[in-house]
């Protein structure tokens, strides 16, 4: 019952229905402009969760229905690599990064929280 789960969820929620309804849209409107081979269409839409990926694949095999097999291949194939290569992100760049913004950003923005301020009164 945090605020923090709270928001969590709404955020996957609300994302999980927009995102399916944006992702289709956009996978559909790329199919119909023809610059793009369908193999790339299929690994373009495996870069979000399983729903977004479900959601442009189910718009992509209608529009190329020829394809619909490859492009759920392809698909599945980008996501297990995009969550593969995330974790190593996350590890050797996120968190890095993280503890270099934080020791050059908590000392100014530290002290524009209630906390912050009385800290700072007290040295």
């Known amino acids: 019952d945090s605020p923090e789960a709270q928001g969590s969820l709404s955020v996957y929620i609300v994302g999980g229905m927009v995102g399916t309804i944006y992702f289709g849209f956009m996978a559909s409107m790329a199919a119909a402009t023809g610059l793009f081979h369908p193999y790339a269409l ?57 503890n270099v913004l934080y020791r050059k950003l908590e000392p100014t923005l530290g002290r524009l929280t209630k906390t912050g301020r009385e800290l700072a009164g007290k040295n």
């Open 42 to 98: 299929g690994m373009a839409s495996g870069v979000g969760a399983g729903i977004l990926m479900s959601s442009a694949v189910a718009a992509l095999s209608e529009v190329m229905p020829a394809y619909a097999d490859q492009i759920a291949a392809m698909a599945s194939a980008s996501e297990t690599i995009s969550g593969i290569d995330g974790i190593y992100m996350a590890i050797f760049i996120g968190v890095p990064l993280c």
